[in-house]
C-alpha cells in the first residue's frame, strides 16, 4: 500500500471535494501540520547563539571612494612585434621575430638583427593606445597607478567622474614594485583614505574600483585570499592575493577594506585567457606609499640589495642541514665583495630571521630586503653548521642588480649517492673560479635524478667545502635521508637536494 497518498493534506483535500469537510477544515488541519512541524525546528535560544554574518554596504564604499578614482588612457608608438601584457597596458617591444615562438631554434637567430629598441631594420612603427585605472592621493592632484600602465607612453591622459580631462605629467615610475606617479594641474580634488594591510585578514571583504575594458569606475567585490604572495618575476613584492574581479584596464585602480581606505593598488591576474580567472595580484599600499614617497621628493625610488642567490628551503634540504622544519632561505651564492659578503655569509647558511622577522618562505627574504633603504643596517639569524649564529650587514644599492632566486630540479632517488668525481687540475680551478672542489665525471642514480650533470663541480655537501672524494664519502655515510649538493655549473652556484633513500 502506497501511504504516500494518504498524507494529511491530501486526505483533507479529497474530503473537501466530496462535501465531507468544509474550506475552513483545511486551514484548521494545516495550521495543525505547520504546528508540528515547527515543534522539530530548533529552539529560540539555540538560534539566538548563532553568529549573524552582515555584508558590508559596498554602495556606501563606492559612493564616498568613486569621485577619488581615474581613468588613464595613454597613447605612444611601438614596433608591430610589440605585443600586450593582458592587461590593456602597452607591453612595449618584443624581443624576436614576429611570429617565431621563443622557444623556436631560429628566435635567437633572429633576434641578432634587432635594432636597439627592438623591432627589426625598415620595419614600421604604429600607433599604441592602453588604458589603466589610478587614484588621487592628495587634492593637488598627485596620482599613484602601475607602472606598466605608463610604460613607453607619450602621452597620459586623466579623466576625473565629472568627466574633466588633464593631461598627466609622470613624476617617476618604478618598475620593480610596479608603481608610478602621476600629477596633474588641478586643485581641490577628492582623495582616498590610505589604510594599512597590517591588520588586513585572509578572508576579509576587499572592494575593486577601476575601468575594466574601458568601462569606467566599475565596482567588483571580493575576498583577501593570501598576502605576502610571491610571484615568479624577479619582483619582490608581497602581494595581496584576492579573487575580486580585475581585467584589462583596471590595473593601477585602488583596492578597498571595509572601511573604505585603500590597502593595495591592484596590479596583476593570473589569466590563461587574458581576463579573469579568480586570481588578482595587489601591491600593498603601505610598499606604495613609500615608493610614492621617493619619487615626490627625488624622481626615483631606490631598493635595498644583500648580495645573494637563494634558494627555497624544502623538506630535502631541511633533512640535510639537520633544521626542524623547512623554513627559510637557503644560500647558494654570495656576490664577492657584496653586503653578506662582507658581513661574513657564506654558501650553505639559510637565513632564518631578518631583523627579528622571520623567513618561512625564500620569498619572504627579497621582501623585506627590497623594502628596505640601501645603507640599512640589518641583523640576520643564520643557520650554520648545525647551530644559529648572528651577523649584521649593511645593505648595498639594488639599482644594478636585485636578489634572485634559484631554481632546482627536485628530482629524487633511491639507492646510492651515483657521482664519480675527480680532483680539479690547477688550470680547471682557474677556469671555474673557485679554491676547491671536485668535478664530476659521470652521473647515475639518485644525483643524475636530481639534475647532477658531467661537467658539473662539486663545491660543498651539507655547506661543508670539498676538497677530497674520500671527504665526500664520509659526509655521505654520515647522512640518514638526503644531502644537499652545491653545484657550480656555467659560473653559477645553485644547490641540488638528493634523497638518499
Avoid: C
Avoid at 115 to 122: Q, T
Amino acid at each position: 500500500m502506497n501511504t504516500s497518498l494518504f498524507s494529511p493534506r491530501r486526505l483533507v483535500l479529497a474530503l473537501v471535494s466530496v462535501g465531507v469537510l468544509g474550506a475552513a477544515g483545511v486551514g484548521a488541519l494545516s495550521f495543525s501540520h505547520a504546528q508540528a512541524a515547527v515543534s522539530t525546528a530548533p529552539t529560540a535560544s539555540a538560534a539566538a547563539t548563532a553568529p549573524v554574518v552582515a555584508l558590508p554596504d559596498f554602495s556606501q564604499i563606492a559612493a564616498r571612494n568613486g569621485a577619488a578614482v581615474v581613468n588613464i588612457s595613454v597613447t605612444g608608438m611601438i614596433n608591430t612585434s610589440g605585443e600586450d601584457n593582458g592587461d590593456g597596458a602597452p607591453h612595449g617591444a618584443r624581443p624576436g621575430m614576429p611570429g617565431v615562438d621563443p622557444n623556436d631554434p631560429f628566435f635567437e637567430f633572429f633576434k641578432r638583427f634587432q635594432g636597439p629598441n627592438g623591432g627589426f631594420p625598415g620595419q614600421p612603427r604604429m600607433p599604441m593606445h592602453g588604458q589603466g585605472s589610478g587614484f588621487i592621493i592628495s587634492p593637488d592632484g598627485v596620482i599613484l597607478t602601475n607602472a606598466h600602465v605608463v610604460r613607453d607612453a607619450k602621452d597620459v591622459t586623466v579623466k576625473l567622474t565629472d568627466r574633466r580631462e588633464f593631461r598627466a605629467k609622470v613624476l617617476g615610475t618604478d618598475p620593480k614594485t610596479d608603481v608610478a606617479v602621476l600629477k596633474i594641474d588641478a586643485k581641490d580634488l577628492p582623495t582616498i583614505t590610505v589604510g594599512t594591510t597590517r591588520d588586513l585578514k585572509v578572508g576579509e571583504w576587499v572592494l575593486a574600483i577601476g575601468s575594466p575594458f574601458g568601462f569606467e569606475n566599475s565596482v567588483t567585490a571580493g575576498v583577501v585570499s593570501a598576502k605576502g604572495r610571491s610571484l615568479p618575476d624577479d619582483s619582490f613584492v608581497p602581494f595581496i592575493q584576492t579573487d575580486v574581479a580585475v581585467n584589462p584596464g583596471n590595473s593601477g585602480g585602488p583596492l578597498f577594506n571595509t572601511r573604505g581606505q585603500v590597502v593595495g593598488i591592484n596590479s596583476q591576474i593570473y589569466s590563461q585567457s587574458g581576463g579573469y580567472q579568480g586570481l588578482s595580484f595587489a601591491i600593498p599600499i603601505e610598499l606604495a606609499s613609500k615608493v610614492k614617497d621617493q619619487i615626490v621628493a627625488t624622481g626615483h625610488a631606490s631598493h635595498a640589495r644583500l648580495g645573494v642567490v637563494i634558494q627555497e628551503v624544502n623538506q630535502t634540504f631541511a633533512d640535510s642541514f639537520h633544521l626542524d622544519k623547512p623554513e627559510g632561505a637557503l644560500v647558494s651564492n654570495v656576490d664577492k665583495d657584496g653586503p653578506a659578503d662582507k658581513a661574513g655569509l657564506k654558501s650553505g647558511d639559510v637565513i632564518l630571521k631578518v631583523n627579528g622577522q622571520p623567513i618561512i618562505v625564500s620569498s619572504d627574504l627579497p621582501a623585506l630586503i627590497g623594502t628596505a633603504a640601501p645603507g640599512d643596517k640589518v641583523s640576520l639569524e643564520i643557520w650554520r653548521q648545525g647551530k644559529r649564529e648572528q651577523f649584521t650587514a649593511r645593505l648595498g644599492d639594488a639599482s644594478a642588480k636585485v636578489e634572485q632566486l634559484a631554481k632546482a630540479d627536485d628530482g629524487v632517488g633511491q639507492g646510492k649517492l651515483g657521482l664519480a668525481l675527480r680532483a680539479l687540475q690547477p688550470q680547471e680551478k682557474r677556469a671555474a673560479g673557485v679554491n676547491q672542489g671536485l668535478l664530476v665525471e659521470d652521473a647515475a642514480g639518485p644525483a643524475a635524478l636530481a639534475g647532477v650533470q658531467a661537467g658539473d663541480v662539486l663545491v660543498a655537501v651539507n655547506g661543508t667545502p670539498i676538497e677530497s672524494v674520500t671527504q665526500v664519502r664520509a659526509i655521505v655515510a654520515r647522512a640518514t635521508k638526503s644531502v644537499a649538493l652545491l653545484i657550480q655549473r656555467d659560473g653559477s652556484k645553485i644547490f641540488v637536494p638528493v634523497r638518499l633513500g
